[in-house]
């Protein structure tokens, strides 16, 4: 099993990258995947042009709320669970949904984490769209990662989040095998202008991707990853990336 997840500063194209990962995993028959939406303010589940009834962040609110007769609490918020995975042909969706709220979720948080581990066995690809401060991973609402895939704009801005984000996963007890990064949204040459800047991150650069009109286009329009043309020099770097983390 490839466990991944993919983070980074909003606005960066994080979720674009998610969905890419994923066509590239469909078109080379790396399948089935389980695509966890981990961030509350991303649209995974449009990027891959398929529906949610629930979050996990609905189930867990209710569970603390009122659980029916005849169940513990465990079984019915795992029963819960089970109910809103979005299943799909070569993949299935789960979403996360909001951040907790007041009070304590320390018991909801270890049920997910065991449901979650004996779930992600049944899939040999797990890819997790994180929001950038890695509140799903820094929680411990995960197990162990395979791969961390850092998305950055070539601007200081956005390296900078990438730096805080490697501080947080120094702070947490996460294991990670390997963490990358990846540069996107490329104009001119700015990697080289920032050459000193990305080396100080002290990572390796898995892949540079140009800027490409029709990703933000197709975010403007609602359209899935599926429904649009992607360039033969992009689908390529995607090729190779999955091939990497396989």
């Not at 966890?36 to 962040?57: H, K, M």
């Not at 996963?169 to 490329?186: E, P, R």
């Not at 390529?236 to 990497?244: A, D, M, N, R, S």
Request: proline fraction near 4%; glycine fraction near 4%; hydrophobic fraction near 40%.
């Amino acid at each position: 099993m490839s466990k991944v997840a993919i983070a980074g500063k909003g606005g960066v194209g994080k979720t674009t990258v998610s969905a890419l990962i994923i066509r590239a995993l469909v078109e080379n028959k790396k399948n089935p995947i389980l695509a966890v939406d981990a961030d509350p303010n991303s649209n995974l589940y449009l990027s891959l042009g398929v529906n949610f009834s629930q979050t996990i962040a609905d189930i867990r609110d209710q569970v603390r709320q009122e659980v029916p007769q005849g169940f513990s609490r465990s079984d019915y918020f795992k029963l819960k669970l089970e109910e809103i995975i979005s299943e799909n042909k070569y993949f299935d969706l789960l979403v996360m949904g909001r951040p907790e709220g007041t009070g304590c979720y320390c018991s909801v948080n270890n049920l997910l984490r065991e449901f979650l581990s004996k779930l992600s066995k049944n899939y040999p690809y797990v890819i997790m769209d994180c929001e950038a401060g890695l509140e799903h991973l820094s929680r411990r609402t995960s197990d162990n990662l395979d791969y961390l895939i850092l998305v950055t704009e070539p601007n200081i801005a956005s390296l900078r989040a990438v730096e805080k984000a490697l501080e947080i996963t120094k702070k947490i007890s996460l294991k990670i095998k390997q963490k990358y990064l990846l540069v996107n949204k490329i104009k001119n040459k700015e990697v080289e202008k920032l050459k000193a800047y990305f080396d100080n991150l002290k990572i390796p650069i898995l892949a540079e991707l140009p800027y490409e009109e029709r990703f933000i286009w197709a975010c403007e329009e609602g359209k899935s990853i599926f429904e649009i043309e992607i360039p033969s020099s992009i689908k390529g770097i995607f090729y190779k990336l999955v091939e990497k983390i396989s």
